[in-house]
């Protein structure tokens, strides 16, 4: 179960989003008459938690903080303003983690002090409230989350950059909502490249090439293909050779606001006879050992990148993320069904196209997702077809059908 904390954490955070009960973040209307001569905010602990997507700071203060966010660029900073605030923290309290590589407190201009917090990929605050605590203590929770570079610089052009008294008239709830998708009422698809940068993937049998490649040329083709219907869109999770986290990819694909998110791969076997497509979908046992055996090779890019070892929150148990994962995954497996019928006497595919295992980017709990295993470069006819720009046109072809088949059947159901 160790594997779906990260997930259930992202749909806690973003169920966090929904406007609070009332009650819940009383704005503390006195502190705004406090003088400005009273001694300062003191932050007594703290903590960091969470991955190279989402991100939470956790402060607890003496008194109410009033906080403001900016940010800015080369590299990607977001800037938490405060009142004059003694850190009164342990050395690692909130020392740099998750998608942050460095971590700065202190005091700033007269009256103010701020936390600089640095990220090696653009990233916004997801959320952030101030809870008064039992004992009368208030508790100051920022979530963040990597955001696309376009997302990033619509936040540094719009912001404006009055005292952080004047920008706190609206705090008190969960505010700046930094993921934010263009809501035209298209049905997004997020298209993800497997691997890419230090990950190579595969390897392809006769003409070595690396599946990094062959999945991100496959991908273009498909968004290119789901691209030219009316009301769907499609988007890219990477649109270089770059190396992305499996969390990443996941967060990436939430960020544009997808309905649906397809992950493309080219394998190698030991067994260089089997060939074909498959399709996979989330499950907690493998339908088989080749099924668990791809899916521990693809968790593994991560490691190979040198990512370290998260530990994850504890799991939220919640009876309601464990009906969205449900509901998911069944759309999860009509999808499935619509891409290996769609393949049936057109592309090859292998005995049981339709299995299962635990992929880690399939866990997002609220995105129906799959993951395309399009045949296998240690096989040389697939290879040469795998390389092959018609055939991939005709196949990226063939999905965007079977994603059209499947949001009508969606649509029909009242979905
Ligand atoms: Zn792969």
Redesign the pocket.
């Known amino acids: 179960m160790h594997r779906l904390a990260g997930a259930a954490w992202l749909l806690a955070g973003m169920l966090a989003l929904a406007p609070a009960p009332a009650g819940a973040a009383e704005t503390d209307v006195a502190t705004a008459s406090i003088p400005a001569d009273v001694s300062p905010l003191v932050a007594y602990s703290g903590r960091i938690a969470g991955d190279d997507a989402r991100t939470r700071l956790i402060l607890d203060f003496d008194r109410r903080p009033e906080i403001s966010v900016h940010y800015v660029a080369n590299p990607y900073r977001i800037l938490i303003d405060l009142p004059d605030t003694v850190f009164a923290l342990k050395k690692d309290e909130i020392a740099a983690r998750g998608l942050f590589s460095d971590i700065r407190y202190g005091g700033m201009a007269a009256g103010k002090s701020r936390i600089v917090l640095t990220a090696d990929r653009p990233a916004s605050v997801v959320a952030s409230e101030v809870r008064k605590e039992e004992g009368g203590s208030y508790r100051l929770v920022v979530d963040t989350a990597i955001v696309t570079e376009d997302a990033f610089s619509k936040l540094l052009n719009g912001q404006t950059w009055k005292d952080a008294a004047a920008v706190t008239e609206t705090a008190g709830g969960p505010v700046l909502p930094g993921a934010v998708a263009d809501d035209d009422g298209s049905f997004v698809i997020a298209v993800d490249a ?2 890419g940068g230090i990950d190579n ?2 390897q392809g049998a006769t003409t070595g090439t690396h ?1 990094k490649a062959v ?1 991100l040329a496959f991908a273009r083709e498909l968004t290119a293909a789901l691209n030219a219907g009316p009301t769907t869109k499609a988007v890219l999770t990477r649109d270089k050779d770059e190396f992305l986290s499996l969390s990443q990819r996941v967060q990436l694909a939430r960020n544009q606001g997808a309905n649906l998110l397809i992950s493309i ?3 190698t076997l030991r067994q260089k006879d089997i060939r074909g497509a498959t399709v996979y979908t989330i499950s907690d046992k493998a339908s088989d050992s080749l099924a668990a055996n791809l899916a521990a ?2 968790n593994l890019s991560d490691e190979i990148a040198g990512m370290p070892f998260q530990d994850e929150p504890a799991e939220v148990a919640d009876i309601l993320i464990d009906l969205t994962r449900r509901e998911t995954q069944a759309f999860s497996i009509n999808l499935a069904n619509e891409v290996v019928g769609a393949f049936e006497g057109e592309v090859k595919l292998i005995n049981n196209p339709h299995r299962h295992a635990g992929f880690r980017v399939l866990t997002a709990p609220d995105v129906p997702s799959v993951l395309l ?1 399009l045949g296998f470069l240690s096989n040389k006819d697939d290879e040469q077809l795998l390389l092959d720009p018609a055939w991939q046109k005709k196949v990226a072809g063939l999905i965007a059908e079977a994603v059209q088949r499947y949001r009508s059947s969606v649509m029909a159901n009242g979905g």
């Open positions: 497997g691997h993937g595969a599946e999945t791969h080219a394998d090779r693809e295993e």
